[in-house]
C-alpha cells in the first residue's frame, strides 16, 4: 500500500487529551527522572551511588522484591484455578463469582487493609483457622509479620491475577483440550503442553501486574507490619511525608520507576515471544 | 474422565471456593464489626447495635473529606470523560500513524506507581507555583481516571460501526441528531461503566493525593488512613461497610446495563 499519510482533522479531537497529559503526567515523571541524575555541575551518579552503598537500603530492596515474589506466588497459585473455574462456570455461579473478585477490586485499600488488621490478630479468623485445623497449637500474632503482610497484599490484588487469566482462557478454543484428549495425550501432558500455553500470555499480564503492584504498595505495608520493616515504596513515603529528606524520596522513587518499567518491558518481550513461536 | 483429571477437577473448584471466600474476608469483616457491639473488634461480636453509624456524624472531618473526595472524583472523571471521550474517538476514527502509541500514552499512567506519580506531581505543582490543594487534587486526578475512560471507550468505539450514523442521516437525521439517537445511545454503556470505574478509581486513591492533603483539605481515603493509625474504632467499619455497600450497588447497576462479564473481559 502507497498510502501517503495525509492529515486527517480527526485528529484534532486527540489533541486536548495529549497536551494534558504530557504536560501534566509525561513532563512532571520525566523531570522527577532528570533531577535524580543532576546535581550542579551536571550529570551524576552520586544520588545512587550513595543509596546503594548504605547496606540498610540492600535490606529495603531485597524486603521490597522478596515480599512481592510471594504475594505475586500467592496470587498465581490461587488466581489460576479460580481463573479456570470462572470459565467454566455458567448462570447465577458465574455472575456471584465475578461480584466476588470486583467488588473487592472496587472497595478501596484502606477499608481492606483496615479489615485485614482485625483478621490477622491474636483472636483473629486466620490464627483460629491454623489452630483448628492443627497446624498451630496456639494462637499466634500474625500482624506485624512478613506472613500476614502476604496473605493481605496477596487478598488485595488476587483479582489483578484473575481477570487477566479468565479473559485469555475466555478465548482459548475448549476443542482444543478434547482434541488432545482424543489424540491420546495423557492428563499431565494435556496440561503442560496444551493447558497452560494457552493461558501463557495471561499468566504473563497477571503476573507482571500484581508483581508491580506489589513492589509498590504502600498503605498495606504501612498497616500490616509497622515501621520497622521497610520497603522502597514506604521509605519513599517517608522520606517526603516525615522525614522531609526529598533527595532520598526522588532516587527510591525513581528505583521504584525503573522496576515498574522494566517490569511492564519483561512482559512485553516474553509476551512477544509466545506470539512468534506459535 | 481418568482419575487425575477427575481429582483436578475437583482440586480447581475447591481452589476457587476458597478464593472466593479468602476474597469477601475482609469485606465481611468490616460489615460484621461495624454493627458489632464492641468497640475492641471482638469477633463474633457479644452483641449487636447501630451506635458506630450514629456517631459517624460527629467524627470530625468524616463528611468534609467525603464531601471533597466526590467533590475531586466528579470533577476529573468529567474532564476525563470529555477529553478522554475526545480523544478515544480521535484514535478510534483516524487513520494516523502513531495510533497504538498514543493510546499506549493515555493508559500509562496505570502501569506506573502511584507514590511515583504524587512525587513527580508534587515536585512539578510546586515548580509551578501552585499551592491550591483542591485544584492539585483535581489536576493530579484527571491524570488517573483518564486511562480508564480512554482505555474502556477506545475498544467501544473500534467495535461500534460507524456505518449506522451514515445510514442515519441518509435516512434524514442531522449529523447532531445522528449522535444523538445513534451513537450515544448505543456506547451508554460503555460510557457509564468506564464512569464509574474512573470515578471508583479516584475515590480510593491515596497514593497521590497523599501528598496534597493538609490539615483542612483531605480526601476520603486519606482522612480514614488518619484514623485508623490514630484511634481505630468499629466507626472507621461503619464508613467501610457504606462504601462496600455503594459500590455493590453501582456494580449491580453495571450488570443490569452491560453484565459483568463483558467488564471483566475488557
Known amino acids: ?103 473487592p477490586l472496587s472497595v478501596g485499600v484502606v477499608v481492606k487493609t483496615f479489615a485485614w488488621q482485625i483478621v490477622l490478630r491474636r483472636d483473629g479468623i486466620v490464627a483460629a483457622l491454623l489452630v483448628a485445623t492443627g497446624v498451630w497449637d496456639e494462637p499466634k500474632l500474625l500482624l506485624f509479620t512478613e506472613h500476614g503482610l502476604v496473605m493481605g497484599a496477596a487478598n488485595v490484588f488476587l483479582p489483578f491475577m484473575i481477570l487477566p487469566i479468565y479473559s485469555v482462557l475466555k478465548l482459548a ?75 532520598l524520596g526522588a532516587t527510591t522513587a525513581t528505583i521504584l520507576l525503573f522496576l515498574a518499567v522494566a517490569i511492564v518491558a519483561c512482559s512485553a518481550l516474553l509476551s512477544r515471544g509466545k506470539g512468534d513461536s506459535r | 474422565m481418568t482419575l487425575t483429571e477427575r481429582s483436578a477437577n475437583i482440586a480447581v ?100 506507581p502511584g507514590l511515583v506519580l504524587g512525587i513527580a506531581f508534587l515536585q512539578a505543582f510546586r515548580f509551578a507555583g501552585l499551592r491550591d490543594v483542591w485544584l492539585s487534587l483535581a489536576l493530579a486526578h484527571v491524570v488517573i481516571t483518564i486511562p480508564y475512560i480512554a482505555r474502556t471507550l477506545y475498544s467501544a468505539l473500534t467495535l461500534f460501526d460507524f456505518s449506522l450514523i451514515d445510514a442515519a442521516r441518509t435516512l434524514g437525521c442531522s449529523a447532531p441528531q445522528a449522535v444523538t439517537r445513534v451513537l450515544i445511545p ?39 488512613l488518619n484514623l485508623v493509625e490514630e484511634q481505630p474504632d468499629p466507626t472507621i467499619a461503619a464508613i467501610s461497610s457504606l462504601l462496600i455497600g455503594l459500590v455493590l450497588l453501582l456494580l449491580l447497576l453495571c450488570e443490569r446495563m452491560v453484565g459483568l462479564r463483558k467488564i471483566a473481559e475488557m
Open chain 1, 1 to 103: 500500500m502507497t498510502t501517503k499519510l495525509r492529515f486527517d482533522p480527526v485528529l484534532l479531537l486527540a489533541v486536548p487529551a495529549a497536551i494534558y497529559m504530557v504536560i501534566v503526567f509525561a513532563i512532571p515523571v520525566l523531570w522527577l527522572v532528570a533531577r535524580g541524575f543532576m546535581d550542579a555541575d551536571g550529570f551524576t551518579l552520586s544520588n545512587y551511588i550513595k543509596f546503594l552503598s548504605e547496606p540498610f537500603n540492600w535490606v529495603v530492596i531485597g524486603n521490597t522484591l522478596r515480599v512481592a515474589f510471594w504475594t505475586t506466588v500467592v496470587c498465581l497459585a490461587l488466581g489460576y484455578p479460580t481463573a479456570v473455574a470462572l470459565a467454566r462456570s455458567k448462570g447465577a455461579v458465574q455472575v456471584a463469582m465475578l461480584i466476588a473478585i470486583i467488588l
Open chain 1, 173 to 247: 478454543d475448549p476443542n482444543l483440550q478434547d482434541a488432545a484428549a482424543t489424540l491420546g495425550a495423557p492428563p499431565v501432558f494435556r496440561f503442560f503442553n496444551v493447558a497452560l500455553p494457552l493461558a501463557m500470555p495471561g499468566i504473563i499480564g497477571g503476573v507482571s501486574i500484581v508483581f508491580s503492584l506489589a513492589t509498590s504498595m504502600y498503605v498495606i505495608p504501612s498497616l500490616l507490619i509497622g515501621d520497622r520493616f521497610q520497603t522502597l515504596a514506604t521509605l519513599t513515603g517517608r522520606a517526603f511525608l516525615l522525614m522531609r529528606n526529598e533527595a
Open chain 2, 13 to 112: 473448584w475447591v481452589i476457587a471456593a476458597a478464593t472466593v471466600v479468602f476474597l469477601l474476608t475482609p469485606l465481611v469483616v468490616a460489615v460484621v464489626v461495624s454493627f458489632g457491639s464492641s468497640n475492641l473488634f471482638t469477633l463474633p461480636p457479644p452483641g449487636w447495635s447501630m451506635r458506630w453509624y450514629q456517631r459517624l456524624m460527629n467524627v470530625r472531618g468524616l463528611s468534609s473529606s467525603l464531601l471533597v473526595s466526590v467533590q475531586i472524583a466528579a470533577v476529573a472523571t468529567f474532564v476525563s470523560m470529555l477529553i478522554g471521550g475526545m480523544a478515544a474517538t480521535a484514535l478510534a476514527r483516524g487513520r494516523f500513524a502513531g495510533r497504538e502509541a498514543i493510546a499506549a500514552f493515555l493508559t500509562s499512567p496505570l502501569m506506573l
Open chain 2, 186 to 224: 448505543n456506547l451508554a454503556p460503555a460510557f457509564l461503566t468506564s464512569g464509574i470505574f474512573a470515578f471508583l478509581a479516584s475515590m480510593d486513591n491515596y497514593a497521590v493525593s497523599i501528598f496534597f492533603t493538609n490539615a483542612w483539605t483531605k480526601t476520603l481515603p486519606i482522612q480514614m
